[in-house]
């Protein structure tokens, strides 16, 4: 059983920071692609920034600049640093396993976490 747990949302102040972990726990051979998501009320789930195996980054044109993403892949855990927030950027942030294998032989799934809420405002 394969579980992404999420930390670090809270409420913060308009050019804040924030900090967002998740872990993935469980059999783990592999991951691909670990990422964060937003949705915001109304909105659609959107890609916020992604990152894989091999170090390669992908974000949003909205955070470039703003936040950073990275990972530690012996612990199977993906960071969000988030700088000079907007209240724009308030939405439910989701932790994202793309293609997770569980063993050498297994077909690569999708995961995610519970979401954890972030809201900037002052």
């Known amino acids: 059983q394969v579980q992404l747990v999420e930390s670090g949302g809270g409420l913060v102040q308009p050019g804040g920071s924030l900090r967002l972990s998740c872990a993935a726990s469980?059999?783990?051979?592999?991951?691909?692609?670990m990422g964060w998501y937003r949705q915001a009320p109304g909105n659609q789930r959107e890609l916020v920034a992604s990152i894989t195996s091999n170090g390669r980054t992908t974000y949003a044109d909205s955070v470039k600049g703003r936040f950073t993403i990275s990972r530690n892949n012996a612990r199977n855990t993906v960071n969000l640093q988030m700088s000079a927030l907007k209240p724009e950027d308030t939405a439910v942030y989701y932790c994202n396993a793309d293609s997770l294998k569980t063993d050498i032989l297994s077909s690569p799934t999708d995961y995610w976490g519970q979401g954890t809420q972030v809201t900037v405002s002052s």
């Open positions: 469980g059999s783990i051979f592999s991951i691909y692609v």
